[in-house]
């Protein structure tokens, strides 16, 4: 009995360990931090955003800020370098 449930349990404890796992996946990021403004593709949402797609400078605009205009005027700082990279590659990619 114990020996067919400890697999089960194993991969709810590791199911657990991913949800709770911050998302580094570029795709899932962009949808859910960046597409409200600048739209499902990166094409921008004048005149709330301008178009990203194929941008090379996602990493300065999230990690240094300084643009004129919010969101990003300061850093995105909630998130990890991990998650800007993914992001950056992207959003380059789109
Ligand atoms: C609340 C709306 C909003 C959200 C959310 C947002 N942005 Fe922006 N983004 C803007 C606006 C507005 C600008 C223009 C900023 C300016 O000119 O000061 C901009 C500019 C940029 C630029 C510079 C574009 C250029 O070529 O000058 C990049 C790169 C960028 N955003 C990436 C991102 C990424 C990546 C995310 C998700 C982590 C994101 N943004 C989330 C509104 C947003």
Do not use: Y
Request: proline share 10%; hydrophobic share 45%; with cysteine.
């Amino acid at each position: 009995m114990k020996l067919r449930i400890a697999p089960v349990l194993l991969a709810s404890v590791s199911m657990l360990a991913w949800m709770q796992a911050p998302a580094q996946d570029g795709s899932t990021l962009f949808k859910t931090k960046c597409a409200m403004c600048h739209g499902d593709q990166g094409q921008g949402k004048p005149p709330m955003a301008p178009k990203i797609a194929g941008s090379t400078k996602v990493v300065e605009v999230l990690t240094k800020g300084g643009q004129p205009k919010a969101p990003h005027i300061n850093p995105m700082s909630a998130l990890t370098p991990a998650q800007v990279s993914a992001l950056a590659a992207f959003v380059k990619a789109l």
